[in-house]
Every structure is written in structure tokens, then in C-alpha cells.
């Protein structure tokens, strides 16, 4: 039978560009699909001769055409930061919807199994402190995050349904704040901006007083977590991610300290619902996938601002 063939949709993204790697290493052949919206070739560079991976330009908001076998396919393709999904609020509904019902068929065409990345932002501004999979969220539906809460909430009822319809055999990581090398210093998430800020002696820009709360994964956790849930036979979500919970205030300071920047905090307001927890109950991922995180934040936040420091033309804002 030869190798395993694993597409990813949003294969040059932040998480999707170490998943492919993941891959690779595990013995795949990866087809990589970005439209390069806010992927980048930079994150895919060292992978072009790879004999066993391959890129292809494509929307896949569009119908995804792929010749041969396919094993997994694997939709990572979105934006995925407030920065982009506002600035593309139709592009992100469109993948999504369209993008996901494409990934959908191209699963069930070839008998794959499928998986999607969801979003711990499908549990809104959570009333349910921490959040587990069987928490319905407190999102608003009309308000500017909607695009993106919306799309990942009906990417995952569409998941369900050809599962349960079509028998696909589906896998739904609900993904928590996720950190790492190869993140855009420009994509508006909190640690990139924090480093930024830092790197350039720029004020830290806190929102509110910092008291909201945040768990952030190193990004070879989150694809340690990915990779056993893609072997495993769970076909309903699965919170990913840190249940260590931290006010953004204090990752302000750890920050400053790593960096020993000059740069003071500044307050500004709160943007519109802008959730005030996020902590997600990983007893599931525990229980059936044996994970847990295990790289400690000040730990990773080091090997991120190490990769920033070696890679100066990543930091272009």
C-alpha cells in the first residue's frame, strides 16, 4: 500500500506548517494546500524538496481536485487571529462553510478520515469556567468575532453531520491559545504582539487591566495532541491546549523579564467581546489520548523569542 497520504488544508499556516512537518517525520506524504492568505511560503521553505511533500496554490473555499489515494485530510485551513479574521471576515466564513463541506467531500470521495481544527472561540465568553467539550458556549452570533466563532461552530455541525450521515470517520480538536516558532509578529495574538513590543522597546499594550485570563500551548505540545488524536477513534471534539491559566497582565511581565526591555505597559480598551476567561478541561485528551501538555510557558516563550531573534526578517510589522 505505500506510504499514508495526509492532506492539510492551510498547510503553510502557523499550526499547519509544523503538522506537516509532523507528518513527514511519522513517514507521510503531506500534499500541503494554502491560498497564502495569511499562510506563509516561509513556514513550507525547507520542506519544497521533500520528495514526499507537495504544495499546491488553491482556495479551498473551491473544490479541492487531488488525484490518487488520499488517507486524511486535514482541514487547518483559516484565519485564525482577530487581526485577520476582521480585516477577512467574509474569506473566513467562506472557509469555514464552503471550505470545510469541500474538505468534507474530498474525505468522504476517497474513504479518508478527516479532522478538523475547531476552536476553543466556538465557547464564546465562556459561563462555564473551565470549558469542557459538553459546554455549548455564550457566543455572539452578529457581533465582529462572529465570523470567525460562526464558521468554526458550523465547521463543526457540518463535521458531525456527514458523520453521522455519510459514516465519515471524523476527529474535531477544539484548539486553545497556541504559541510558538513561525507565528506572524502582525497576526494581533497576544504573545507575538507582547514579543514584538518587547524586541523593538515599543509600550506593551494591555486591553482592560489585564485581568482577563488566557492558557497558552507551545506549539509542539498542541502537535504531539493533534497526532494522537488523528490515531485515535474519537470522532467527537477534543479541547487541546494548557490548562494552566495566566492573566494577560502577568504574561506582560514574564515577557519583560525574558526580554529585559526597557518598554512600559499601556491600557486600552477592551475590544467587543473579547472573552474574559479561557481555561479548557483537558480530561478527555487525558483520559483517551494519554496528552497533556508539558513544555512550561516561560520555558517555550524562550524558544519563541530565541527563533524570532534568529529569524529579524519574520518581524516585519
Known sequence: MGKK???????????????????????????????????????????RRVKDFEFKKHNVSKYINIKGRVDFVLHFAS??????????????????????????????????KFMLASTSEVYGD????????????????IGVRGCYDESKRFAEAIT???????????????????????????????????????????PLTVYGKGQQTRSFCYIGDLIDGLYRLMQSSLNEPVNLGNPVEFRIIELARLIRKLTSTP?????????????????????????YLKWQPKVKLEEGLQKTLEWFRNNPSRNNR
Open 263 to 287: 518598554s512600559r505597559t499601556v491600557f486600552c480598551s477592551l475590544p467587543e467581546d473579547d472573552p474574559r476567561q479561557r481555561r479548557p478541561d483537558i480530561a478527555r485528551a487525558r483520559k
Open 126 to 141: 465562556p459561563l462555564v469556567h473551565p470549558q469542557p467539550e459538553s459546554y455549548w458556549g455564550n457566543v455572539n452570533s
Open 5 to 47: 497520504i495526509a492532506v492539510i488544508t492551510g498547510g503553510a499556516g502557523f499550526i499547519g506548517s509544523h503538522l506537516c512537518d509532523k507528518l513527514l517525520e511519522e513517514g507521510f506524504k503531506v500534499i500541503c494546500l494554502d491560498n497564502l492568505i495569511t499562510g506563509k511560503l516561509d513556514n513550507i521553505r525547507h520542506l
Open 160 to 202: 458531525m453531520a456527514y458523520h453521522r450521515m455519510h459514516k465519515i470517520d471524523t476527529r474535531i480538536a477544539r484548539i486553545f491559545n497556541t504559541y510558538g516558532p513561525r507565528m506572524r509578529m502582525n497576526d494581533g495574538r497576544v504573545v507575538p504582539n507582547f514579543i514584538y513590543q518587547a524586541l523593538y522597546h515599543k
Open 79 to 112: 484565519p485564525a487571529s482577530p487581526e485577520d479574521y476582521l480585516k477577512f471576515p467574509i474569506p473566513t466564513l467562506k472557509v469555514g462553510s464552503l471550505g470545510t463541506h469541500n474538505a468534507l467531500g474530498l474525505a468522504k470521495e476517497r474513504k479518508a
